[in-house]
Antibody
Framework: QVQLVQSGAEVKKPGASVKVSCKASGYTLTTYYMHWVRQAPGQGLEWMGIINPSGDATSYAQKFQGRVTMTRDSSTSTVYMDLKSLRSEDTAVYYC?????????????WGQGTMVTVSS | EIVLTQSPGTLSLSPGERATLSCRASHSFSSSYLAWYQQKPGQAPRLLISGASSRATGIPDRFSGSGSGTDFTLTISRLEPEDFAVYYCQQYGASWTFGQGTKVEIK
């Protein structure tokens, strides 16, 4: 059974950075694209970006370009999402998600979510 | 960027009733790249439909999707108590974007 397990909740001050991890179990991460999606409290889903299976290509939503970096460590089957220059509007649950059949498409596997709170 | 607009914002219905949710795109794209998700409070979204009309594994047949071009519909034929949730459409034909969601609540 494929699972994505994310790191725990974070509390950060404005201007700081946060790095959220997403570890895969039950399959080899190197064959899957990984997306990051966030959801502010009481709000909808917002796609942030994608990293390819080999980790050498990324694509970010324009809103996050310059502030987000997605990386992956194949040796540990873990992907990371690093968001810098945090502001209060970045308070949200951050999800990693992928397609179990590989390739690009809809997301049928999701991590449990990581709550990031930005507060002074 | 393709903007997806869902309507209505909230749908108030009773168990056993039919629910019809709409998703309209700002630009036409292939229906092969339209998905629907269900999300309950405190949970990650769950994929219901991909390719506009193909149910994901384990999804009951009371859920159906249709549409093409810029107009797509998710229909729940007879609402069960566990179907009251928020539903999102998503396009993945030109990057990825989500609609703002439709809440299906108990009347």
């Amino acid at each position: 059974q494929v699972q994505l397990v994310q790191s725990g909740a974070e509390v950060k001050k404005p201007g700081a950075s946060v790095k959220v991890s997403c570890k895969a179990s039950g399959y080899t991460l190197t064959t899957y694209y990984m997306h990051w999606v966030r959801q502010a409290p009481g709000q909808g889903l917002e796609w942030m970006g994608i990293i390819n299976p080999s980790g050498d290509a990324t694509s970010y939503a324009q809103k996050f370009q310059g502030r987000v970096t997605m990386t992956r460590d194949s040796s540990t089957s873990t992907v990371y999402m690093d968001l810098k220059s945090l502001r209060s509007e970045d308070t949200a649950v951050y999800y990693c998600a992928t397609r179990s059949a590989g390739g690009l498409g809809a997301f049928d596997i999701w991590g449990q979510g990581t709550m990031v709170t930005v507060s002074s | 960027e393709i903007v997806l607009t869902q309507s209505p914002g909230t749908l108030s219905l009773s168990p056993g009733e039919r629910a019809t949710l709409s998703c309209r795109a700002s630009h036409s794209f292939s229906s092969s790249y339209l998905a629907w998700y269900q999300q309950k409070p405190g949970q990650a979204p769950r994929l219901l439909i991909s390719g506009a009309s193909s149910r994901a594994t384990g999804i009951p047949d009371r859920f159906s999707g249709s549409g093409s071009g810029t107009d797509f519909t998710l229909t729940i034929s007879r609402l069960e108590p566990e179907d009251f949730a928020v539903y999102y459409c998503q396009q993945y034909g030109a990057s990825w974007t989500f609609g703002q969601g439709t809440k299906v609540e108990i009347k």
